[in-house]
């Protein structure tokens, strides 16, 4: 990336994938920058597109079809955050990023993804305050004009500094931290029916992590106390193995699956 960045989120547009807001080095500052690279092209490098709206960070990323949403996070970059409940969406190719109704409750170190045209906030904490971590989980169907944030069934679970995928009609939630220890639990949500379940849980117990789905497997990536782990989940046969660790270790950080 022409911009390093942490605590920044990442979603996909169409064959590009984009890095969404963060913070620069350890400075307070947020940063409102984007910048997508072509994965039918990566050796083009990285290009920008329009800036967000509002600079954010601890923030999530939703993406469905030509749309990817920021959701959440904090404005200042400094610490503690103060939770945004603001939401604003870019289509591929728009001139700029589109404000839309905000999410009912504020929240940093959350979730998101999207199932069809419904994306999902899930989770996170209220303003950095490690005693007021969330369970709720909203969503919001981009198909409907004027539609507004619907509360859904809670996570078993509060945490923050969770990592949120999709496939098929399912939400994954993986690790994160309830104020006292970093969380080894997969929780599983079907949309179809407003329910979870718990699945196997990592082997790894960790928040701050990346999760991306290829196929039919989730990927766990790294997490807190820089860790270089990769742990795979294969979604069909509900275990868990171990991958091929990253090359560089690393926590507060996204990713986000190519075709």
Not at 124 to 141: I, R
Not at 223 to 244: K, R
Request: net charge negative.
């Amino acid at each position: 990336m022409s911009t390093a960045r942490g605590n920044f989120g990442m979603g996909r547009l169409g064959g590009l994938v984009c890095a969404v807001g963060g913070t620069p080095d350890a400075s307070d500052t947020a940063l409102a920058s984007c910048e997508c690279l072509d994965t039918a092209n990566p050796g083009a490098g990285w290009s920008t597109i329009p800036s967000l709206r509002t600079a954010r960070w601890l923030h999530a990323v939703a993406s469905t079809g030509d749309t990817m949403c920021a959701i959440g996070g904090d404005a200042s970059g400094a610490w503690p955050p103060n939770s945004l409940s603001s939401v604003e969406c870019y289509r591929q190719g728009a001139a700029a990023w589109v404000e839309l109704v905000s999410l009912n409750t504020a929240r940093t170190d959350h979730g998101a993804a999207a199932v069809g045209d419904v994306i999902f906030a899930v989770g996170g904490n209220v303003n950095g305050d490690q005693h007021t971590f969330l369970s709720s989980v909203e969503a919001l169907d981009l198909s409907v004009d004027g539609g507004r944030w619907e509360e859904k069934a809670p996570m078993p679970t509060a945490r923050g500094d969770v990592a949120v995928a999709a496939s098929g009609t399912k939400l994954f939630a993986v690790g994160g931290w309830d104020g006292r220890n970093f969380l080894d639990a997969l929780e599983v949500y079907e949309s179809t029916t407003d329910s979870w379940s718990a699945a196997t849980p990592m082997p790894t117990a960790r928040g701050g992590l990346a999760v991306a789905i290829v196929g039919n497997t989730l990927l766990a990536l790294g997490g807190y106390g820089s860790l270089d782990v990769v742990e795979a989940y294969g979604i069909e046969g509900g275990s868990w193995s171990a991958a091929e660790p990253m090359a560089t270790p690393r926590f507060g950080f996204a990713a986000a699956a190519g075709p």
